[in-house]
């Protein structure tokens, strides 16, 4: 079935570091793949969405590409703020089928960045 | 701004009861979901609905039910609530296939069952 994987559950960065954090998915659809962002207390918020590969999204300091022929997914953030310590999750979308608008996330990457 | 309220916020249930979790979106959405957030799983879609009158199972429907009445509102209903039914959950709203491609979510409800 369509999954994405994201193999790091915990990154922890000092204040201006360079975030990187890699998924990979998979499905035999036309994917739309997003990263969504949960800060505490509250929901996940889209922070950006790719709908064609090797295109970038770019929002908020952050920049994802995909690579179809590696099925990877990652998200970069040149120097990363205290602000920015939240949940992390790669998203896998249709849009192109007329789908359902059913969201896959994946498990999540909890990013603590230290002062 | 895009907004969904859920409610109650916290939620204490004792096992075999019935708990309802309300959610109310602004937005004026067709789709609204419900999903459920676990460590280790992520979120997990539980039920789903294009409009009013309309519910869809999702990945992990067993033991939920969904009732959509009106655009604005979905709920989600636990007729005989069990602790494997502690968690949080999430409703979201979205218009899929639009431009905005986008799902709103609330602030979530954290369920304990007793």
């Known amino acids: 079935g369509d999954s994405v994987t994201q193999m790091q559950g915990q990154v922890t960065l000092s204040e201006d570091d360079f975030l990187f954090i890699n998924c990979t998915y998979s499905?035999?659809?036309?994917?739309?793949l997003f990263w969504y962002v949960q800060y505490p207390g509250e929901g996940p918020q889209l922070l950006l969405k790719?709908?064609?590969?090797?295109n970038k999204g770019i929002s908020r300091g952050f920049e994802a590409t995909y690579d179809k022929g590696t099925t990877s997914f990652h998200l970069q953030k040149a120097s990363v703020q205290e602000s920015d310590s939240a949940v992390y999750y790669c998203?896998?979308?249709?849009?192109?089928?007329?789908?359902?608008?059913?969201?896959?996330f994946g498990l999540g990457t909890t990013l603590q960045v230290q002062p | 701004e895009a907004a969904v309220t859920q409610s109650p916020r916290n939620k204490v249930a004792v096992t075999g009861g019935k708990v309802t979790l309300s959610c109310n979106q602004t937005?004026?959405?067709?789709?609204m979901y419900w999903y459920r957030q676990d460590t280790g799983h992520g979120l997990r879609l539980i039920h789903y609905?294009?409009?009013?009158?309309?519910?869809e199972k999702g990945d992990i429907p067993d033991g939920y039910k969904a009732s959509r009445p009106s655009q604005e509102n979905f709920s989600l209903i636990l007729e005989l609530a069990t602790p494997s039914q502690t968690s949080v959950y999430f409703c979201?709203?979205?218009?899929?296939?639009?431009?905005?491609?986008?799902?709103?979510f609330g602030a979530g409800t954290r369920l304990s069952v007793l």
């Open positions: 998203v896998l979308g249709d849009l192109l089928t007329g789908n359902t608008g059913k969201l896959i």
């Open positions: 499905t035999t659809w036309y994917p739309t």
């Open positions: 937005n004026n959405h067709n789709n």
């Open positions: 609905s294009y409009g009013a009158g309309s519910t």
């Open positions: 790719v709908t064609t590969a090797n």
């Open positions: 979201a709203s979205g218009d899929w296939g639009t431009s905005q491609n986008t799902l709103y």
